[in-house]
């Protein structure tokens, strides 16, 4: 009978994919990894799970008491279970994404003593440790899924933004270019942002019009 139980013996881990958007471009929150097995490559946000807590009290820990980050939009995206994903144990891996503003994040975020962290380009991901590689780009893919919606833009974007701006997020999460005139068409016809009266300075000293998305924005498919 023990032999029978040992064969079912695992851990279980939460990662947490976390995305925002600064100066137009899409980034994922990675840390170093401070120890062996793979020391000094960035892995993802992670925690291995107690017996004494639930997957979402375990994934809070990582948010909310390692990276100071509270009031992230999170969803579950995948499971990863491979054999091989952890070099000393059997570890089954559940991933999520979360969604924050840039702004917040850097502010939260200040001073975490004995963690190294860094925002990287999705276009740009460095060598990672693990299967955290395959794991972020499992999240960048349900991101296109999610990230066409209206309410999930809100998240990346709860303040002023110019339109060019939350374009070239639109398109290097779709991998496409979008045409412009048509892309401010819908965003201004379809009611889902407003004029703040405000500009910026834009390249070449041009001022952009500031937008910000409704108080009550409808969901709705952009894409």
């Given at each position: 009978m023990g032999n029978d139980i040992e064969q079912y013996k695992m851990i279980l881990e939460t990662l947490v994919s976390i995305f925002t958007v600064e100066k137009g471009v899409l980034k994922v929150l990675l840390m170093k990894k401070p120890n062996n097995p793979y020391k000094g490559y960035w892995i993802l946000p992670s925690s291995i799970l107690s017996n004494d807590e639930t997957i979402l009290e375990n994934l809070e820990k990582v948010t909310e008491g390692k990276l100071k980050l509270t009031g992230m939009y999170m969803e579950q995206n995948c499971i990863f279970s491979n054999l091989d994903r952890d070099p000393d144990e059997r570890v089954i891996g559940v991933s999520y994404v979360g969604l924050i503003?840039?702004?917040?994040?850097?502010?939260?975020?200040?001073?975490?003593?004995?963690?190294?962290?860094?925002?990287?380009?999705?276009n740009d991901i460095?060598?990672?440790?693990?299967?955290?590689?395959?794991?972020?780009?499992?999240?960048?893919?349900?991101?296109?899924?999610?990230?066409?919606?209206?309410?999930?833009?809100?998240?990346?974007?709860?303040?002023?933004?110019?339109?060019?701006?939350?374009?070239?997020?639109?398109?290097?999460?779709?991998?496409?270019?979008?045409?412009r005139r048509n892309f401010r068409k819908k965003f201004i016809n379809l009611g889902l942002v407003v004029d703040t009266g405000y500009k910026n300075e834009g390249k070449n000293g041009r001022p952009g019009k500031l937008y910000r998305f409704t108080d009550e924005i409808k969901e709705r498919d952009l894409f």
């Open positions: 503003d840039y702004v917040s994040a850097t502010l939260k975020m200040e001073n975490i003593p004995g963690v190294e962290l860094e925002w990287f380009n999705i460095p060598k990672m440790g693990y299967d955290h590689e395959e794991i972020v780009k499992s999240a960048i893919i349900y991101l296109r899924k999610i990230l066409v919606n209206s309410k999930m833009l809100k998240n990346l974007f709860p303040s002023d933004f110019t339109l060019p701006e939350i374009q070239k997020v639109c398109e290097q999460i779709l991998g496409c270019k979008l045409d």
